[in-house]
């Protein structure tokens, strides 16, 4: 399968990605498909994953349900070469909001999903020429957003591991970096606006609050962790990559001065 580019920088690698039936995840394994990788999917709802793609079962809050899905999804694509850690999910509020089992239960997700995919999936990318670990970070990571402080806390933890990993496994020849999108229009973010009082004023929000004045798609986020992915990004590892719409650094005046 080739892209409309024509690039196949993926040519022969394998790759699983985690949360890869629906929205960010989904977005990347097809556009790795696309440029020559076999890939692995890993999700709560395998089935709707359709070929090329590969569907398997996975609680990333479950040890064994992820070394079991891990192990399966290795054997069938004969090795690993690409882990992207992307399965997540968010919480809204500040620190008085959620209680100790929501906290729990997101930093479960988020973080030691990322530590037990990760775990499970370095023995095999130790054998690759080309590996590579790209994990699903956010903005709310560098920036102090209103209304996420678990999410933000998780986010937060995130990119320190991210960069403790680097330092681990770059002399093993193990690349990790992380994306760190904006708000991005995906199937959770829709949820959140539909629950708005308002959901047209509220996506209107969130969209000013990006420089460029719209959302950031997934397929936007799912290339820039294609090109962290890529043996073409060979000297690039421990990197934090903003897809916010400039979000992070720039500091626009009002419309009209």
């Known amino acids: 399968m080739t892209d409309t580019q024509g690039v196949q920088d993926f040519e022969g690698l394998k790759a699983l990605v985690t949360g890869g039936a629906s929205g ?3 977005a990347t394994a097809d556009l790795l498909a ?3 990788a076999q890939v692995a999917v890993l999700d709560l709802a395998p089935s709707s994953v359709d070929k090329p793609l590969l569907g398997y079962l996975a609680d990333v809050t479950d040890d064994a349900s992820v070394r079991s899905a891990v192990a399966a999804a290795v054997a069938d694509l004969g090795g690993l070469d690409v882990l992207i850690n992307n399965a997540g999910i968010g919480a809204q509020g500040t620190v008085e909001d959620n209680d100790d089992a929501q906290w729990h239960r997101v930093l479960d997700v988020n973080v030691l999903g990322m530590v037990r995919t990760a775990r499970a999936t370095l023995p095999h990318l130790r054998e690759s020429a080309h590996a590579a670990i790209v994990n699903t970070c956010s903005i709310a990571a560098t920036a102090g957003l209103p209304q996420r402080a678990l999410y933000s806390a998780s986010k937060g933890a995130v990119l320190s591991l991210t960069l403790a990993m680097a330092a681990d496994h770059v002399r093993e020849g ?3 970096n992380c994306v760190n999108p904006g708000t991005v229009d995906t199937p959770w973010v829709g949820r959140l606006l539909d629950a708005a009082p308002d ?3 509220e996506r209107a929000a969130l969209e ?3 420089p460029t004045g719209r959302l950031v798609s997934a397929a936007e986020v799912a290339g820039a962790i294609a090109y962290l992915a890529s043996p073409l990004s ?3 590892t421990g990197t934090a990559l903003a897809v ?3 979000m992070q650094g720039l500091r626009l005046r009002p419309v009209g001065q």
């Open 174 to 176: 193990i690349r990790v």
């Open 199 to 201: 959901p047209d004023a």
């Open 208 to 210: 000013a609050r990006q």
């Open 34 to 36: 696309a440029r020559g």
């Open 24 to 26: 960010i995840g989904r």
């Open 244 to 246: 916010d719409g400039g």
């Open 234 to 236: 060979g000297a690039t």
